[in-house]
């Protein structure tokens, strides 16, 4: 008798975002802009501009992380060079065995 084993994936829960404030330069305050990309098909604001830094940003284990980027998968040694663009399409999935 064989034994099958699955593979399921399953879209993370990120969590609630951190507000940030639009700051006119004018008020000496420096910061980085942010843009807006669709985060597990929600609108989310970022200042990250790569996959790394968005896995860094939402403090999420890289380990077992699957990234869809604009419906491609993206492979974790390439994170750090694949650039966010404004409204890019982002799924963050886990995978989980089963038996």
Avoid at 27 to 50: A, C, K, P, Y
């Amino acid at each position: 008798m064989s034994t099958k084993k699955a593979i399921f994936f399953i879209r993370i829960s990120v969590p609630e975002r951190i507000f940030y404030p639009k700051i006119s330069w004018n008020e000496g305050v420096d910061i980085r802009n942010t843009m807006q990309i669709i985060l597990n098909g929600r609108v989310e604001e970022t200042r990250s501009s790569t996959i790394a830094e968005l896995v860094s940003e939402l403090k999420l284990a890289a380990d077992s992380l699957v990234v869809e980027h604009n419906r491609s998968i993206v492979r974790q040694d390439a994170w750090a060079e694949t650039a966010l663009r404004e409204n890019d399409e982002l799924e963050l999935l886990n995978f989980v065995g089963g038996g």
